[in-house]
Structure formats: structure tokens, C-alpha cells
């Protein structure tokens, strides 16, 4: 199973950018590496998904260095609305090849 | 559209006692999934589904039992609940939707059920 490392939480102010940083060492080829948001007393919610190089959707980037052993994904101009857990995920189509990390508490303040 | 919905919300059990929670996704999806998340903590997998029919064991199965009779719903089963099985379960889906613009990765979530055990 590939290992996720997230830092445990980070704090950050409304129109800053975050950055939140996935270690993954021993990712294997196959695997795609997907973030997900989760809000108290909800289910987790996708937020972006991707093999290298770089993604991008209406809602955040995703960095994935040449190596795949970390990503890194970012919220462009947070608001207090942004304030939840983050998830980094890697695995592929089978099921038990899917590892949550510990998740980053991300905490917008005014 | 429901997406992926669960029954019951929330359930008090007795040390012993068995229930049976329910998922039912209606995107048609291939994959179906079982996590149990606890206070502060990440979500793990307790068993999955790659097909009506088929179940496999994820990270954390012990005490659990599950079944996938119908594509669209999975269940998990608690034979004799004990407290630490007092969590909150959520059931996830996945599958490539037509036209291949979803990846078996990305999970659709249902609202969860929160179950304790005294």
C-alpha cells in the first residue's frame, strides 16, 4: 500500500493561497493521486485527481513533481468556507490499493 | 440523482447486538466501498466491492461482514457490535461514467451513519 504523509494542520487568512504538501514514496505506477475535502459531519467530497505534471480545475491546482513521490495541492485565494480537512489519496482501480493520509485540518481565519 | 445515500442516519447498539447498514448508489456504479471513520481521525477501509457479487477485504475487516447482491446497493453487517465498532461509516461508489470523463478514483460519498455501541 502507498504511505501517505500530509502535515497535520496549517492555518492560514482569506485570499491567501495554501499549500499543502503529500508525500508518497512508494507510489506505484499505476496509481493516480487524488485530493479530497471533508467538512464536519459530511462525507468526503472530491476536489481534483492526477497521475503528473500538473492539474488544474475551477477550484484548485495539483503539482506533481517528475518522480511522483510527493504532490502538492493548491487553494488560490481561500475564504473561511475553506476551512476543513484535506485528503491526499493514492491508489488506483482496486479497491484495497486506496490509502487515506491522516488528513491536513486547514483553518482560515478573518 | 441521490448519489450514494445510507441508512439509518444514526444508531445506539448494546454490546452484542447486530445490525445491518445500508448503502444504495444510483449512478451505476462498478465499485462500492465501506469506510469507518473515528473522532480526529482519517477514514479507513473496512471492505469493498468491484462487482455485484464480489467483496474483498479492505484495511480494517475484522467484525464486519459485507454482501453486494444488487449492483446498486452494499451492505455492512455487525454480527456482535462491540464499543469499538462505535464510529461513523460512510459507503463511497465509483465507476467510469459513459463517455470516460470519471476515473475509477474518484469517490462519491454518502452523508454517513453514526453508530454507537455502549
Known amino acids: 500500500l502507498a504511505k501517505t504523509t500530509q502535515p497535520i494542520s496549517m492555518d492560514s487568512y482569506e485570499g491567501q493561497e495554501v499549500n499543502i504538501t503529500c508525500s508518497h514514496n512508494n507510489i506505484a505506477t499505476n496509481d493516480y493521486i487524488t485530493w479530497y475535502q471533508q467538512f464536519p459531519s459530511q462525507g468526503p467530497r472530491f476536489i481534483i485527481q492526477g497521475y503528473k505534471t500538473k492539474v488544474t480545475n475551477e477550484v484548485a491546482s495539483l503539482f506533481i513533481p517528475a518522480d511522483r513521490k510527493s504532490s502538492t495541492l493548491s487553494l488560490p485565494r481561500v475564504s473561511l468556507s475553506d476551512t476543513a480537512v484535506y485528503y491526499c489519496?493514492?491508489?488506483?482501480?482496486?479497491?484495497?490499493?486506496?490509502?487515506f493520509g491522516g488528513g491536513t485540518r486547514v483553518l482560515v481565519k478573518p | 440523482n441521490a448519489g450514494v445515500t445510507q441508512t439509518p442516519k444514526f444508531r445506539v447498539l448494546k454490546t452484542g447486538q447486530s445490525m445491518t447498514l445500508l448503502c444504495a448508489q444510483d449512478m451505476n456504479h462498478e465499485y462500492m466501498y465501506w469506510y469507518r471513520q473515528d473522532p480526529g481521525m482519517g477514514l479507513r477501509l473496512i471492505h469493498y466491492?468491484?462487482?455485484?457479487?464480489?467483496?474483498a477485504k479492505g484495511e480494517v475487516p475484522d467484525g464486519y461482514n459485507v454482501s453486494r447482491l444488487k449492483k446498486q446497493n452494499f451492505l455492512l453487517g455487525l454480527e456482535s457490535a462491540a464499543p469499538s465498532q462505535t464510529s461513523v461509516y460512510f459507503c463511497?461508489?465509483?465507476?467510469?461514467?459513459?463517455?470516460?470523463?470519471?476515473?475509477?478514483?474518484?469517490?462519491?460519498f454518502g452523508p454517513g451513519t453514526r453508530l454507537t455501541v455502549l
Open positions: 463511497a461508489s465509483s465507476g467510469r461514467l459513459a463517455g470516460g470523463l470519471s476515473s475509477y478514483n474518484e469517490q462519491f
Open positions: 489519496l493514492v491508489g488506483g482501480p482496486a479497491g484495497n490499493k486506496l490509502t
Open positions: 466491492s468491484v462487482g455485484e457479487g464480489t467483496t
